[in-house]
């Protein structure tokens, strides 16, 4: 999707492209993309993309805090001002009436992707925590979020065999309280369907 459809097609598939194209009018790769795996898909399979299919999750993963071992920070407002400032600069764009927008918006898909790696990368190594720009300045969590609470797809953990050893939510890059059944669950919209709590648990006591 990044080569083809943002590279060489020149579509923005970030999130100023969603609402680039929803404001034209135009139903365009980008708004489906957003529709499907970010906005009502995750009513069934919560935040699968961010686990399997993100672009710049597939850099930031290759950092080698895999687990977070500090605490997280309350830093989470962030996100709500880069979502903002995505939606103000696109509305901008047409309350203004700038010319070649297109062209405009395709460098900003250019230059977001620049700025989403090196903000990504210098987080994880600031907070020894590859997933922390997840965590605090994604916009695309505005959306992932909420609709991930009801998500079908979630892991259960069977109270009867768990020994509350603790290892699941060691290995887990979110900081998901994961034994915790409850929609309520500590960062239970944070789960990105990874299944290292499931592969580590000697109980077997954690499932899909
Ligand atoms: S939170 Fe954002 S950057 Fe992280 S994997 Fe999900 S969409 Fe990608
Ligand atoms: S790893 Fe398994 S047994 Fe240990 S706390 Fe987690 S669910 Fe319970
Ligand atoms: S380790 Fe388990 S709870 Fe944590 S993100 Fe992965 S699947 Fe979700």
């Known amino acids: 999707m990044l080569l083809y459809l943002g590279f060489i097609n020149g579509e923005n598939m970030q999130i100023e492209g969603f609402w680039f194209y929803l404001f034209s009018g135009v139903f365009e790769a980008a708004t489906i993309h957003y ?3 970010k906005i009502f ?5 919560g935040r699968g993309w961010c686990g399997y ?3 710049t999750a597939m850099i930031l993963d290759l950092l080698p805090f895999k687990q977070p071992s500090a605490p997280r920070k309350r830093i989470g407002w962030i996100r709500y001002v880069t979502f903002a400032v ?5 509305a901008a764009l047409f309350l ?3 010319p070649n927008t297109a062209g405009i918006i395709f460098w900003a898909f250019i230059i977001g992707n620049i700025l989403y790696y090196a903000f990504g990368i210098i987080l994880a190594i600031a907070f020894k925590d590859n997933r922390a720009f997840c965590k605090y300045l994604c916009p695309v969590t505005v959306f992932l979020k909420p609709m991930s609470y009801f998500s079908l797809m979630r892991i259960k953990c069977n109270d009867e065999k768990c020994v509350s050893c603790g290892k699941c939510r060691k290995v887990c890059p979110m900081n998901v309280d994961m034994t915790d059944n409850s929609r309520k669950r500590a960062n239970g919209t944070e789960c990105i369907l990874c299944l290292k709590c499931v592969d580590c648990c000697p109980q077997k006591a954690l499932k899909l």
């Open 86 to 90: 995505s939606l103000i600069f696109v």
């Open 35 to 37: 529709a499907v795996a």
């Open 96 to 98: 203004l009436q700038i």
């Open 41 to 45: 898909g995750p009513l069934i399979f």
């Open 53 to 55: 299919a993100c672009w």
